[in-house]
């Protein structure tokens, strides 16, 4: 039973780290800057906010989908120790806080693809002239086309953009999170408790 809760706990930990790393993303989304540096342990990182937005809903998927796995694993785990889990006499109580923190990447992912329908535009009618509706329904520009990033109209290392198939496809990325987020917690509800 022991190296079961090792697990778990490595789990959750592994869970806020990830779940960090994604709101660091939304946060840098946020910069006027052309490119936005990331420093840690002496390490820099370059990261272009548009690009960021442009892929941050497949890379919050990704996670997404990783972190299933693991959940998974672990159902597996548990089923390993349910018969030593079932002589305990104590009720497992999980904290509301679990579940807010495993909302966390879905809520990156619907953020980043927010940012991308609204603020990362082609280059041609730019930011004044674009709405975002048309990011979903506008197929002028399905063949590809500079884009501009509307937060300090940056152009400069922005990505090509494919409107409208790549919004369809970052606001499918978003609902599979959705999704594999709500069979996390279903799974975590089921087997962990409430």
């Not at 390993?80 to 305990?88: H, K, P």
């Not at 992912?109 to 535009?121: D, E, I, N, S």
């Amino acid at each position: 039973m022991l190296s079961y809760l090792t697990a778990e706990s490595s789990f959750i930990r592994s869970y806020g780290n990830r779940s960090l790393l994604l709101l660091l993303l939304c946060a840098f989304t946020r910069t006027g800057e052309s490119v936005a540096k990331a420093s840690i342990i002496r390490v820099s990182v370059d990261i272009n906010p548009a690009v960021i937005a442009a892929f941050g809903p497949v890379l919050a998927f990704l996670v997404t989908a990783s972190l299933k796995l693991e959940a998974d694993s672990l159902i597996i785990a548990r089923e390993a120790v349910l018969d030593e889990a079932g002589r305990s006499r104590h009720a497992f109580r999980t904290s509301p806080w679990l579940y807010v923190l495993m909302l966390v990447p879905a809520g990156c992912a619907a953020f980043l693809a927010f940012q991308f329908l609204v603020k990362l535009v082609p280059e041609s009618p730019g930011c004044p002239n674009w709405n975002w509706w048309r990011q979903l329904t506008d197929v002028a520009f399905i063949g590809g086309t500079p884009s501009v990033y509307c937060i300090g109209d940056l152009k400069k290392g922005t990505p090509w953009i494919y409107p409208p198939i790549e919004s369809w496809l970052l606001l499918a990325c978003v609902l599979g999170s959705a999704y594999l987020t709500y069979t996390i917690i279903r799974g975590w509800r089921m087997y962990r408790g409430r």
